[in-house]
């Protein structure tokens, strides 16, 4: 049962620490009064996930409960005292974003006067049973239930009758009782964007080239970087290179390419299907990677500077009627030469170079790094068509991935284009989905392996 003044009910920041204590949450509110958060006895809470944060008014902290039945046990009910009778138009459930865990599926709602005789359900159905981990997604919703008609009471329970996994477990991020149609909590927000404050979104350079390709080429300055942040210099149809910064002082080199094979379990891949690694450079670490899709990946530390400008190659050519070899080179700026970092096989059915993109990429995503900025210069590109001509690319399609926040820009720059991401950012310099372009590349590189 949770136990808020009407006053705070729409508005509820914990201030202290709560104290578990028979079931009981207790927590000091701003005026000094307490809320009190009861759940049934059979659903104790799993934790710190005690049930005061599903009232905290803060999304991202959680109620999490785990029925001492078992997955057989099929109902868990939470409950607000609103402090005293009051007209009630409905509700906002929020479930918790990046995991479907204790997610609630069918739902009913009941009131009370007293806490003892209900009256209902006043609302039922199931909520939204949509889910994505990693990207806010339109098509995942929290739930504002608006009553047929408003209701009279001080108690207003939501009973979860099921949940997406039935693993004997509920949990919740916010459930607020609407006392005001006009204005009520989270009324202009959506689960999109409020997931899309974990990181900042990912910004893409999509360049004009050639339909296909035997090598691409780019230089990239990296202008601003936090720890999580990926500048991805040379994207292209099954495979990208680029450079890192992880976090305590370390940063490195990435090149990877995928299976063709789809899915995420990199040990359920065929072995005729898998990425075969061709090479390996001095001090690379070469080893398979899964979770978003699976492949051959490569990386070696390098301690790359803000300002440095760092040079990528990738290059590609048949091996075989059915596989391509794609090679990667990085420059080493402090030996002055190339360095292979190493070579893959994939099933391409050898096709060459398609799609040659570049991105900026937040994947620290702990809600604080979307605050940070993230910048790079991506310049002097050039492609090796099928012909066997250079080209330089001069203009790039500007697209992010799918968080709806709008703190990201791009635009042209000497030589070249810049990529930015993170709060504080504006969209001022080209329309996201617009053409970039950029007046001349710098000279075509003589040195390329």
Not at 6 to 32: E, F, H, I, P, Y
Not at 364 to 393: M, Q, Y
Not at 414 to 440: A, I, M, P, Q, R
Request: include cysteine; charge should be positive; aromatic fraction near 12%.
């Amino acid at each position: 049962m949770f136990c808020l003044t009407r006053d705070n009910v729409l508005s509820l920041a914990v201030a202290a620490a709560m104290a578990l204590t028979g079931g009981c949450a207790v927590s000091a509110l701003k005026d000094g009064s307490k809320a009190v958060v009861v759940c049934e006895s059979n659903w104790p809470s799993l934790g710190k996930h005690l049930p005061g944060n599903a009232v905290d008014g803060d999304w991202r902290t959680a109620w999490r409960a785990k029925s001492a039945k078992g997955a057989s046990d099929a109902s868990c009910a939470l409950t607000l005292d609103l402090g005293g009778r009051a007209k009630i138009f409905g509700f906002v459930y929020i479930p918790v974003p990046y995991s479907d865990a204790g997610r609630i599926g069918d739902y009913r709602i009941d009131v009370s006067d007293d806490g003892k005789k209900w009256t209902g359900p006043v609302a039922s159905g199931k909520f939204p049973s949509y889910f994505s981990r990693y990207w806010p997604d339109r098509k995942e919703k929290m739930s504002k239930v608006l009553f047929g008609e408003p209701v009279t009471a001080r108690y207003l329970k939501l009973t979860a009758l099921s949940t997406l996994k039935k693993n004997g477990t509920v949990a919740l991020a916010e459930f607020r009782a609407i006392l005001d149609p006009a204005d009520y909590p989270w009324k202009k927000e959506t689960l999109a964007r409020l997931k899309g404050t974990r990181m900042a979104p990912s910004v893409h350079l999509w360049y004009k080239t050639p339909r296909t390709s035997k090598a691409y080429y780019v230089e990239v300055i990296v202008k601003r970087s936090v720890p999580g942040s990926y500048f991805m210099a040379v994207g292209f149809a099954g495979g990208y290179f680029g450079i890192q910064e992880l976090g305590k002082g370390k940063k490195r080199v990435l090149f990877s390419v995928w299976d063709s094979h789809k899915g995420n379990n990199p040990k359920a891949v065929p072995q005729d299907v898998r990425v075969k690694n061709l090479f390996r450079g001095e001090g690379v670490t070469v080893r398979r990677f899964g979770g978003e899709g699976t492949g051959g990946q490569s990386f070696f530390p390098y301690d790359w500077k803000i300002g440095e400008r760092c040079r990528f190659l990738v290059k590609a050519e048949p091996d075989g009627a059915e596989r391509t070899a794609y090679a990667a080179y990085f420059y080493l700026n402090n030996e002055k030469r190339w360095k292979e970092v190493a070579a893959f096989s994939t099933s391409a059915k050898g096709k060459r170079l398609r799609g040659f993109y570049s991105f900026v990429e937040d994947f620290k995503r702990d809600f604080k790094s979307f605050e940070r900025i993230r910048k790079a210069e991506f310049l002097n590109v050039w492609t090796l068509g099928g012909d066997g001509k250079w080209r330089p690319s001069l203009s790039a399609r500007f697209s992010r991935d799918g968080n709806p926040n709008v703190n990201i820009d791009a635009g042209p720059v000497e030589n070249g284009f810049f990529l930015e991401s993170g709060d504080g950012t504006e969209n001022k310099t080209v329309k996201l989905g617009s053409w970039v372009k950029t007046e001349k590349a710098g000279p075509r590189p003589e040195d390329l392996p």
